[in-house]
């Protein structure tokens, strides 16, 4: 017996859902997809047939599958395909009209749509640091380029429709190549930042959160993120200009405040560079670069602020330096730790 055209059609569109998860969709995925396709059509004959039928207009759209599946990156290699490159438009718009169904555009491709084209996570150890550079460039411009500090770690995706970095830890400064389409969001503890094109910087080592823009034009949306429950906004968004620093404490917004642009990134060059910071907060940083890290006897030496600049990878000079610029004692411990004690 014939099935009418309405169910014939949804289990056509059932099949197109899983085809388009067996050929574009890294593994894993891809596998399982097959193997529920085949246990699928081996149940009925209007199955198998609505499976050939699916499978005829997924190939009528011609090299689409290969075009889509150069967009996936090697999940292991945590790069993106040599051959991958922004897929235009119009292709899954073609798409959708050969199919001329609408199903195409309906199931498998709205799943196909909101999958990332890159993925990756990058860390960073005690006192190194890592330049990467990322495929989103538009007509051959060079792509947003990110320089994490030591200790820092991110996991970077890349939408169609946007593009995303997600911030355990660290400090991080962001050149953003400028895409009109994919806004670029940088999601931090307690803030979500969103750009265009600009260049800034986010630190969190612990203590406040930092974001501070060098170039272009940065938005900051403080969140909170209540036990158990997901980051929630509680205020409105804050826009931050070149030479400007916000400070986030769990959510809550400091006054904005300004900052020399060269002091946000001089980490690059190998300098610390610390203006009226608390000292537990400027420890945070140069313990990045530290096997053994320097601690606090007690919490009245975080409290005192520090404004003084030092070569990154010279904390012997920091400890020389320290007593004579703040009421404090310097003790190195038999593990090669230091403390600061009250002086």
Known sequence: MSLTAAPRERLIEHAIALIVQADVAPEPAAQDARATLAQWRQRSGEHEAAAQEAR?????????????????????????????RRMP???????????????????????????PVFTAAYATRTAQVLKVSLADGQDGAPGSRLDLSPRSAIDVALYRQHRSVRMAQGEIRFEVARDVDRPFVVLARGARIEVVGTVFTVRDRGGPVTVGVERGHVRVQPLTAPSGNDPIAESEAI?????????LQDGRAEPVRPVDPAQLSAWREGWLVFRNEPVRDALATVNAYRAQPITLADESVGDLRLSSRFR????????????????????????????????
Not at 75 to 83: F, I
Not at 100 to 115: C, D, S, Y
Not at 239 to 247: I, K, R
């Open 56 to 84: 005829r207009r997924w190939e009528a759209i011609g090299s689409a599958s290969t075009e889509l599946r150069a967009h996936f990156s090697d999940p292991a290699a945590g790069t993106a395909s040599p051959n991958a």
């Open 89 to 115: 438009r119009r292709l899954l718009l073609s798409a959708a009209a050969l199919v001329g169904t609408g199903l195409l555009a309906g199931r498998g491709v709205q799943w196909l749509w909101q999958q």
């Open 239 to 247: 826009d931050l200009h070149p030479g400007q620093l916000l400070a």
């Open 312 to 343: 990154a990878g010279d904390s012997a000079a920091l400890l020389a330096a320290l007593p004579t610029i703040l009421p404090l004692t310097v003790h190195v411990q038999a593990d090669g730790g230091v403390e600061l004690r009250a002086r």
